[in-house]
T-cell receptor, first 114, second 112 residues
């Protein structure tokens, strides 16, 4: 049973380009969470998704950021028109639907905006 | 003031020492996680606690719900334990186990 898979591990984008970060949850997990870790700062919750539904996006910046978790395929975190301040590590976690399930984290995607 | 506070922020130890990292939180919680992050690496969940104490190998985690405090202990520390240790809480009433509020992390360095 593979863990939470994120790709790419490292992503370099020029200012103004789009960044797409992918997260494949663990088998049997239907809940996906995205977090951001800015340089020298702690982790912050961004968004919580279930298949085809955004459950809680209270941590998402209001503009340029979007997330989806389609019926088939990985969850995608999309950042449009990236700026230098978007440079960070983005982590994905997944959990099963049961009340006792804990979240498991991926290796993260390090985004660098140049 | 952050909802989750860790101490110390930095910790240096010699191999073999007993290590304690503390976490205090100001909100009602339904669960608390201890996470480990190696430099440039991913995040590993060490423990999820809602009461009492858990042990895994050389790691022990305790929580006191009344005092809103948790500790992570490492016995017989080793250089490979060098990492950032992060405390994270799930607010009371939360039904999703991943919407966590994180502490700032404790950077642990264990010298041989």
């Amino acid at each position: 049973n593979a863990g939470v898979m994120q790709n790419p591990r490292h992503l370099v984008r020029r200012r103004g380009q789009e960044a797409r970060l992918r997260c494949s949850p663990m088998k049997g997990h239907s809940h996906v969470y995205w977090y951001r870790q800015l340089p020298e700062e702690g982790l912050k919750f961004m968004v919580y998704l279930q298949k085809e539904n955004i459950i809680d996006e209270s941590g998402m910046p209001k503009e340029r950021f979007s997330a989806e978790f389609p019926k088939e395929g990985p969850s995608i975190l999309r950042i449009q028109q990236v700026v230098r301040g978007d440079s960070a590590a983005y982590f994905c976690a997944s959990s099963p639907p049961s009340a006792t399930g804990r979240a498991f984290f991926g290796q993260g995607t390090r985004l660098t905006v140049v | 003031k952050n909802e989750v506070e860790q101490s110390p922020q930095n910790l240096t130890a010699q191999e073999g020492e007993f290590i304690t990292i503390n976490c205090s939180y100001s909100v009602g919680i339904s669960a608390l996680h201890w996470l480990q992050q190696h430099p440039g690496g991913g995040i590993v969940s060490l423990f999820m606690l809602s009461s009492g104490k858990k042990k895994h190998g050389r790691l022990i985690a305790t929580i006191n719900i009344q005092e809103k405090h948790s500790s992570l202990h490492i016995t017989a520390s080793h250089p490979r334990d060098s990492a950032v240790y992060i405390c994270a809480v799930l607010n009371a009433g939360g039904t999703s186990y991943g919407k966590l509020t994180f502490g700032q992390g404790t950077i642990l360095t264990v010298h041989p």
